[in-house]
T-cell receptor
Framework: GDSVTQMEGPVTLSEEAFLTINCTYT??????LFWYVQYPGEGLQLLLK?????DKGSNKGFEATYRKETTSFHLEKGSVQVSDSAVYFC????????????????FGQGTILTVHP | NAGVTQTPKFQVLKTGQSMTLQCAQD?????MSWYRQDPGMGLRLIHY???????DQGEVPNGYNVSRSTTEDFPLRLLSAAPSQTSVYFC????????????????FGPGTRLLVL
């Protein structure tokens, strides 16, 4: 079955540092890929997504590029802020050939990010 | 719109007790799902529904029942709670036919924290 693997955490950075959280996937065909973020005490929110190879998703200064050749979707941000402290989840969803987006998200284990002032 | 709402926020059960976790959405989304979140394991799909009257099992369905009598509601029932069901439960919904490009996005509720003693 499909699987998603994220880099081991937790990650602790100083404000304005560069962030990379690695994510690799295994799937049949070409899944859609997502990064979700969970702030303390809240549910998950979609951060960014990419639906085909070489697509770059971006939001709030975060970026991730869908790399089919390395089956990766690494999350990056050039300068993190204290407010970025959260848990980040990489996820995949299988492509539906019928054109609808029914499907089931497969999540990585999550990476805890703590940013200090 | 209230989005996806879940009740209760927190619940303590004794082994063998039953309860229902409520989930409702007011976005007229066809697709709804339940996940459980456990430390180091990310989110795992319990059950999902592609529309009223249609449900199916996810990755970890044992010990849980669901029904979908309306588009808005998707309750999760624990028939006989076990300590292994101690977890945080998230409900999510999406509109796979969204014409605005958001058909891939799942919207999560704030979660229910369940402790089974």
């Amino acid at each position: 079955g499909d699987s998603v693997t994220q880099m081991e955490g937790p990650v602790t950075l100083s404000e304005e540092a560069f962030l990379t959280i690695n994510c690799t996937y295994t799937a049949t065909g070409y899944p859609s890929l997502f990064w979700y973020v969970q702030y303390p005490g809240e549910g998950l929110q979609l951060l960014l997504k990419a639906t085909k190879a070489d697509d770059k998703g971006s939001n709030k200064g975060f970026e991730a590029t869908y790399r089919k050749e390395t089956t990766s979707f690494h999350l990056e941000k050039g300068s993190v802020q204290v407010s970025d402290s959260a848990v980040y989840f990489c996820a995949s969803k299988p492509f539906n050939a019928g054109g609808t987006s029914y499907g089931k998200l497969t999540f990585g284990q999550g990476t805890i990010l703590t940013v200090h002032p | 719109n209230a989005g996806v709402t879940q009740t209760p926020k927190f619940q303590v059960l004794k082994t063998g007790q039953s309860m229902t976790l409520q989930c409702a959405q007011d976005m007229n989304h066809e697709y709804m799902s339940w996940y459980r979140q456990d430390p180091g394991m990310g989110l795992r799909l319990i059950h999902y529904s592609v529309g009223a009257g249609i449900t199916d099992q996810g990755e970890v369905p044992n010990g849980y029942n669901v029904s979908r009598s309306t588009t808005e509601d998707f309750p999760l029932r624990l028939l006989s709670a076990a300590p292994s069901q101690t977890s945080v439960y998230f409900c999510a919904s999406s509109n796979p036919r969204d014409p605005s490009g958001l058909q891939e996005t799942q919207y999560f509720g704030p979660g229910t924290r369940l402790l089974v003693l």
